[in-house]
């Protein structure tokens, strides 16, 4: 499975983004997937992820209330909705699709990473 991610750009503080992936096949309907970031200097962190039905999500507190994961099965496609932005936010955004069909925070949890796209956030 081949992830694309895309929708990264440079942005003000408080302005939005709406990041998107798109798996090369639909592998990714029955499995959770995620959103991570990585900092420069800094470890990868996990954002969100969404159950494969998505009908339960996960948040980091850092973004809880500001982003919004959501999925489209159909298209074999996952969002990231990205409102409030601050500087902190800044990284590049890597998409995930997990081991199963509901998924959490780990790393290890998942299977297929994109090759992620960056966000800037502008003081």
């Known amino acids: 499975v081949q992830l694309q991610a895309s929708g990264g750009g440079l942005v003000q503080s408080g302005g939005s983004l709406r990041l998107s992936c798109v798996a090369s096949?639909?592998?990714?309907?029955?499995?959770?997937m995620g959103w991570f970031r990585q900092a420069p200097g800094k470890e990868r962190e996990f954002v969100a992820s969404i159950s494969w039905k998505g009908d339960s999500t996960l948040y980091d507190d850092s973004v809880k209330g500001r982003f919004t994961i959501s999925r489209d099965n159909v298209k074999g496609a996952l969002y990231l909705q990205m409102n409030s932005l601050k500087p902190e936010d800044t990284a590049v955004y890597f998409c995930?699709?997990?081991?199963?069909?509901?998924?959490?925070?780990?790393?290890?949890?998942?299977?297929?990473w994109g090759q992620g796209t960056l966000v800037t956030v502008s003081s």
């Open positions: 096949r639909r592998t990714s309907s029955n499995n959770a």
């Open positions: 995930a699709v997990a081991k199963s069909a509901y998924s959490g925070r780990r790393r290890s949890d998942y299977l297929y």
